[in-house]
């Protein structure tokens, strides 16, 4: 009987113990990962480096402000194309998608969230770049970058308008309001805290893409200088940094990871606030 | 007394079903029905689960189309023209026809003062009324307003099932309907919160005519003037609530109001 408990608590601690391990295995790059950002990021952080541009090669004085501002207004004008298109694309999908219309657009819209990024960056810079505005502007990596907004806006807003349950679009129904108004005073603020949240994770996702950006905004090292011109990102002047041989250059560019890791963390933070159950019940 | 083979009558009536078939898919839920609810009284629809009859309520005010593979066939007349003609729009119907459902579904995003508002506001009729007095008329219409005036901004969510089934009748009524459909609306309730129901019920017949589905019998009896019993999508009996309780015609009804089966 005793030897019984005794190996059954021995299991017990045993598989536990398993557990934890494959938990610090999963954890243990993330924050080594996080570790080297910032201790080798850290120094670099100034307001200076934050608002200036890069200076002369040689000079450590520099900032990667333009990375910064592009990066904003990427986000923004992205923001601008993918999120009433995939909102309205999720409203489809959800409150008129019983067809097969539907069912082929869920598929494709599917395949378009696992679809690899140098690809759209590649088919952007062929017929944006190339064709429509003939040179690499902020405006053709805003509509890269749409392209992998836009499923994942779709994705998460379909899914938060089927949680609202059925009871509250027949409510609104019942008292002779047309679907369409339905849909846009009583279901989508219902999901609310979804959408807020699909959106956030979707801007998460594209802050960091870098793919797209080469062959679409390209960098460069000047602040704005309009939608049709080049443009700075922050993952753009990490990649190249990296590639630089000089240190300080290098030095900027760890500086630019941790920004960039810093705004990534600071929207997963806004997630969860704007996902905590204000409309749950 | 009415029957259905008095037509005169019959035909007077506030709103009638001719020939009613539904379907959910290739399911027919609703078969052949003819019925008839007079104007400002409360008409009871019963019978065991699944008999139609939430069907056919729901085919009263158009809501039966809106699940998907739902079809009808027949009529069904408001005031004499008949709801499902090919240039009657079924929005303009549900105006006319409110509905109350089984449980309560107040909108979970707006207020006390927003829910009654709500088919005023989104249908686009708010023009030339004053708002506060709607929703002040239609609470105390629903016995409602004293226990809410103070927190008229709360979340409809946030008080009881039964406070929030009276605002869901408030929300129904503020639209001032012909005729109010009430599927239901104690199933989800406690006893006492019942009886506010039924009490609000008869009160309504006053102003507006009443359809209740229910699977309580004793309800039936206490608050109808006009019941109709329903068995497997079919109408077994119809008539004065007295006279299908004391004195039922039909061998089935019988049996189902003194509790051999359902």
Known sequence: MFTSYAMRKFKNRFFFFLCLLCVVAAVLPLLSILYEVVVRGAPQLSLQFLTQGPGTIGQSAGGIGPAIQGSLILIGLTSLIGVPVGILSGVYLAEYGNNKYADAMRTINDMLTEFPSIVIGITVSAVVVSLIIGRYSAIAGAVALAFMMIPI????????????????????LALGVHKWRTTVSVVLPAARAGLV????????????????????????????????QPMDALPLRIYRNSLQPYQDLQAQGWGAALVLVLIVLAINVGVRFASRGRFRR | MISINDSSEFESMKMRSVGLNAWFGAKQALKDINVAVKANAVTAIIGPSGCGKSTLIRCFNRMHELVPGAKTSG???????DIYSGDIDPVMIRRRVGMVFQKPNPFPTMSIYDNVAAGLKLTGMKKGKNLDEVVRRS?????????VKNDLNNPGTSISGGQQQRLCIARAIALQPEVILMDEPCSALDPIATARIEELVVQLKNQYTVVIVTHNMQQAARVSDFTAFMYLGRLIEFGDTSSVFENPRSELTEKYITGKFG
């Open chain 1, 153 to 172: 806006v779709a994705r998460t807003t379909e899914e938060s308008l089927k949680l609202v349950p059925n009871s509250v679009r027949e409510a609104s």
């Open chain 1, 197 to 228: 949240t699909g959106t956030l994770l979707s801007v998460a996702r594209i802050a960091g893409e870098t793919a797209p950006l080469i062959m679409t905004i390209l960098g460069n090292t000047y602040f704005f200088l309009g939608f049709d």
């Open chain 2, 75 to 81: 009529q069904v007349l408001l005031d004499g023209k």
């Open chain 2, 139 to 147: 609470l105390e219409q629903a016995t409602l307003w004293e226990e």
